[in-house]
C-alpha cells in the first residue's frame, strides 16, 4: 500500500477525510483491519457521510453512519486526506459493509 511517506502508527489515519478521484468525501477513516501473518494493513474502515450512504445504496442506521471496509488497494495517496484511484460509481462493488457483532 502507498501511504506517502512512513507512519508511526495506524492511528494516523484515523479521521482522514476519504476522498474519491473526483473529489467526492466518502466519509473518515475510523479504523483499519491488519493481516497479522503478513504483517500489512489490509481495509481502511471508513465512516460514510449521508450522502455517500445513499450514493452507495445502503440504509442510514437509526443512530450513527454505516462503516464500510476499503480495501487498500484503492488508496492512491495519504496526505491531509486519503486519495482514492477510484470513482465512487467503480467503489460500489468493491465496498462491504461492517457487521457489528453485539
Known amino acids: 500500500m502507498l501511504l506517502g511517506g512512513p507512519l508511526t502508527s495506524v492511528s494516523e489515519l484515523?479521521?482522514?477525510?476519504?476522498?474519491?478521484?473526483?473529489a467526492?468525501?466518502?466519509?473518515?477513516?475510523?479504523?483499519?483491519?491488519?493481516?497479522?501473518?503478513?504483517?500489512?494493513?489490509?481495509?481502511?474502515?471508513?465512516?460514510?457521510?449521508g450522502e455517500a450512504t445513499e450514493r452507495f445504496g445502503f440504509k442510514k442506521p437509526m443512530m450513527g453512519h454505516p462503516v464500510v471496509l476499503l480495501p487498500v488497494t484503492v488508496i492512491s495517496a495519504v496526505a491531509d486526506v486519503v486519495s482514492l484511484n477510484k470513482s465512487i460509481e467503480e467503489l460500489k462493488s468493491i465496498v462491504q459493509p461492517v457487521v457489528k457483532h453485539k
Do not use: P, R, S
Open 24 to 49: 467526492f468525501a466518502l466519509g473518515e477513516v475510523e479504523g483499519a483491519e491488519f493481516d497479522g501473518k503478513n504483517w500489512q494493513i489490509t481495509n481502511l474502515q471508513v465512516k460514510l457521510t
Open 14 to 22: 484515523n479521521g482522514k477525510k476519504v476522498i474519491d478521484t473526483g
